[in-house]
């Protein structure tokens, strides 16, 4: 249980349970927060600290740390981040460290692969131009092949842990539900209605008004394409739904855990918490909650606030009275740097409150509660990824 | 260039976080002060757009927010509604519950009919002129591509009937530079910078609109020119430090190493603007509003950065 004072859960816990004892660990949360970086920062101290082999599933990494894990146009393969990486870093590994880049097209393409019955059924939906943009475009379908390719690493076993980022999407919750979407999807009525005609030719009662409106907006033609392409389909229907029920059933199971990476500031917060609840509602684990930059406790210091208006107020006074203590300083210059240093505090201050303010009202209740400072740069290589990590563990 | 408020129509995109739909409503809310008629368009429900004019919400009807300044949310729905009327002349009265199931389906499976419906209807409302400008909170960067590409990609997929031979004028006035343009949103961090260039590749490559500004939401303010770092940096040694504090009633190391981080942040960012500036066409005008040390977001927050986009377009 998360420790919660009068000001709200305790923001000083670990990762270090959650990553010892789930086998995947997904980080999710809205875009913009540092979802990659802590997920790349969570494997990296895992491996380091726990051993074993770590891989991180990442999405849409910064080039710079896609660089750093070594990540660039190797596609959907795993690769070993080298010890020397570590040493260079100055740590000294427990265990291996492994990334890997979801490549969408190159994922589906396999995914058909193993479900079509023949060559020429594969051959066919590979070359089919909506499959092509399906596969391209069709925006949920990189949170159905996220899961997807999740499921068949953990099937493979070759892993200890795998933390997953999760695809910057629209809705939150869309990956949540997308192999549940892909399901139904597959096993839909309507779906039906639009393939048994251009077999049977028969329209029956039932499909006639769908018919009649779908023909004048799209087109007979292109429903004809719609058509085949689901023909074409059909023969891994089963394979499709049965395997979006497995990913289902894995990301319930209590070898999984997610982690909520969010900022203080008011948006993605608010999409943060909406997010929680939804495993809530779901009844998938929330392991953690990251909050990344949060502005240092000391903005909130009231002694600090009184020197720093201060400073603002009396800037010509205090330096007229320092400056005989300077070297070579011109009055109102330090006048100036005076009452700049005076009001950046109180700047910085509203928003310090405003942040503590809003993580007190933090709803839910994860096993973890973790606040990462802002770094003085972004985090771009395993040095930095070790910072962050340490943070994350609990150092 | 074409300048931002001589257009029709203005996408506004960015990554999720970086200020998109405040800029949005900034864009919209300072136009309609500067004499044209203008829609804010939210293109999800989300309901975002109310919440910033602190007004009720709003909904597929335009409804007046302010003096010439409407507002509505996109609703694939009633889109698809409206656009079976005005075009085919179907009544839908009564029928729409399985037809929108149909139509949901269809749509799912073939990429492109949606996103048709939600830039047509904004494309519709320029083309009937019932505004001089329309401005939409468009998606996020990730799917901004593929929404303004959608009339081309039904283009290439759909052979004939209806929905193809509506995307014709769609195109038109997508591809006008002096009708549309997308204006894209960002902060100088390093994620954020990076999707933008890429962002604006993508454009230039998949879509025919013209991308016609880049604002940099939330620039720290610089705190010291260089002889007043100096100055700052003999503050900072122990015994001024604590004359300082003496002098100013409590210690005054706290407020000399705030300034120190924001110093930093300020300086962090700087190296990702100048990125930023390199990667983008010399000739997209880019537009820097200033980082709000404010408490709440609402109509305040909008009226500030309204203004400050006022400056930087040269009102």
Not at chain 2, 17 to 25: E, L
Request: some cysteine.
């Amino acid at each position: 249980m998360a420790h919660r004072g009068p000001r709200g859960p305790d923001p000083n816990g670990s990762l270090s349970g959650l990553l010892a004892s789930r086998e995947i660990v997904v980080v999710c949360g809205p875009g913009g927060v540092g979802k990659t970086t802590t997920a790349a920062a969570a494997a990296a101290v895992a491996a380091a600290r726990l051993g074993g082999k770590v891989l991180v599933l990442t999405v849409d990494p910064a080039r710079r740390l896609a660089d750093a894990l070594g990540l660039r146009g190797i596609g959907n393969r795993e690769r070993r981040v080298p010890d020397s990486a570590f040493t260079d870093a100055g740590m000294k590994p427990m265990g291996e460290l492994y990334a890997a880049m979801l490549d969408t097209k190159e994922s589906w393409d396999a995914l058909i692969s193993h479900h079509a019955p023949d060559v020429r059924t594969r051959e066919e939906i590979l070359a089919n131009p909506l499959y092509r943009n399906i596969s391209g475009r069709f925006v949920q379908s990189h949170d159905y092949i996220a899961m997807e390719r999740l499921f068949e690493i953990h099937a493979e076993g070759t892993y200890d842990l795998i933390v997953v980022d999760t695809p910057p999407t629209r809705n939150a919750l869309d990956f949540l539900d997308a192999p549940e979407r892909m399901a139904d999807f597959f096993s839909s009525r309507l779906l039906r209605w639009l393939v048994v005609p251009y077999r049977s030719r028969i329209v029956n009662i039932a499909s006639k008004p769908f018919y009649q409106v779908a023909d004048r907006i799209l087109g007979t033609q292109f429903l004809s394409d719609i058509a085949e392409f689901f023909i074409l389909f059909q023969s891994m229907y089963e394979g499709f739904v049965e395997r979006a029920r497995s990913v289902q059933r894995l990301l319930a199971d209590r070898r999984t855990s997610f982690i909520v990476v969010s900022t203080l500031e008011v948006v993605p917060l608010r999409e943060g918490e909406f997010f929680a609840r939804a495993l809530a509602d779901r009844q998938l684990h929330l392991g953690a909650i990251v909050l990344n930059k949060v502005l240092p406790g000391y903005l909130r210091d009231p002694m600090a606030a009184t020197v720093a208006e201060r400073l603002r107020d009396a800037a010509g006074q205090l330096a007229d009275q320092l400056c005989p203590w300077m070297e070579g300083a011109d009055v109102a210059q330090v006048e100036r740097v005076l009452a700049e240093v005076g009001s950046s505090y109180l700047d910085y201050r509203v928003v310090a409150q405003r942040e503590a303010e809003q993580q007190s009202e933090l709803a839910g209740a994860p096993e973890a509660f973790v606040s990462v400072p802002y770094f003085d740069t972004d985090v771009y290589d395993l040095e930095g990824l070790f910072r962050l990590g340490a943070r994350l563990w609990g150092d | 260039m074409i300048p931002l408020l001589d257009r029709r129509l203005l996408f506004v995109t960015g990554k999720g976080g970086v200020g998109k739909t405040t800029v949005a409503a900034a864009l919209a809310l300072f136009a309609s002060e500067h004499g044209r008629r203008t829609l804010v368009c939210e293109s999800d429900a989300r309901g975002d757009i109310a919440a910033y004019f602190e007004t009720g919400p709003t909904g597929f009807s335009a409804r007046e927010l302010l003096p010439d300044l409407w507002a509505m949310s996109m609703n694939t729905e009633a889109s698809l509604r409206e656009y079976l009327r005005l075009s085919l002349r179907i009544p839908v009265i009564g029928r729409i519950g399985p037809l929108a199931k149909a139509f949901d389906f269809v749509a799912t499976a073939a990429p492109g009919v949606r996103e048709v419906l939600i830039v047509g209807k904004f494309c519709y409302e320029v083309r009937e002129r019932h505004y001089d400008l329309v401005v939409v909170d468009a998606s996020a960067t990730g799917h901004i591509v593929g929404q303004l590409s959608a009339p081309q990609t039904i283009n290439e997929l759909v052979k004939v009937g209806l929905i193809r031979s509506q995307t014709g004028w769609m195109l038109d006035i997508l591809s006008d530079p002096a009708r549309t343009g997308l204006v894209a949103v960002t902060t100088p961090e390093e994620m954020p910078v990076n999707e933008t260039m890429e962002l604006a590749a993508r454009v230039k490559e998949e879509t025919t609109v013209e991308l016609a500004s880049v604002v940099v939401n939330r620039v720290l303010p610089e705190l010291f020119g260089r002889t007043e770092e100096e100055i700052f940096e003999q503050l900072c040694h122990k015994e001024l430090t604590a004359e300082l504090g003496r002098l100013a009633g409590g210690d005054a190391r706290t407020v000399l190493e705030a300034a120190r981080l924001a110093v930093t942040l300020r300086r962090t960012r700087a190296g990702h603007l100048e990125r930023l500036r390199s990667g983008i066409d010399a000739k997209v005008p880019m537009l820097y509003l200033p980082f709000l040390f404010t408490r709440f977001h609402g109509l305040r927050t909008i009226r500030q950065v309204a203004r400050s986009l006022g400056e930087e377009l040269g009102f």
